[in-house]
């Protein structure tokens, strides 16, 4: 059974930065898409950003220039450099896991993966 296991949130000041993982297990890391996505109080969980099994990367606008996704397929685990924080990123960040071939065309969907972590919390400070 798949497995993806988040750490390293955390609170933080504004315009600081924090990196969270995520530990994958039971599945061939280097074929599958992989996500990061959060979900605020009261809002629709949204796409951070993607990286799928060749090392393309796609972003959420708002978060252009300040986060960084990239994974280590030796070690099955899957980052998200965020710098630049701002208290508008504050939400659980979950990460996310779909078979490449199983992405549709809008790989940011939270919709396109079926596999998840159980999400680490992030907390921006003014």
């Known amino acids: 059974q798949v497995q993806l296991v988040e750490s390293g949130g955390g609170s933080v000041q504004a315009g600081g930065s924090l990196r969270l993982s995520c530990a994958a297990s039971?599945?061939?890391?280097?074929?599958?898409?992989m996500g990061w996505f959060r979900q605020a109080p009261g809002k629709e969980r949204e796409g951070v950003a993607v990286?799928?099994?060749?090392?393309?990367?796609s972003y959420a606008d708002s978060v252009k220039g300040r986060f960084t996704i990239s994974k280590d397929n030796a070690k099955n685990t899957l980052y998200l450099q965020m710098n630049s924080l701002k208290p508008e990123d504050t939400a659980v960040y979950y990460c996310?896991?779909?078979?490449?071939?199983?992405?549709?065309?809008?790989?940011?969907?939270?919709?396109?993966?079926?596999?998840w972590g159980q999400g680490t919390q992030v907390t921006v400070s003014s």
């Open positions: 996310a896991a779909e078979a490449e071939g199983r992405v549709g065309s809008l790989p940011l969907s939270p919709y396109e993966y079926n596999y």
């Open positions: 039971e599945l061939t890391f280097s074929i599958y898409c």
């Open positions: 990286i799928d099994s060749d090392g393309v990367t």
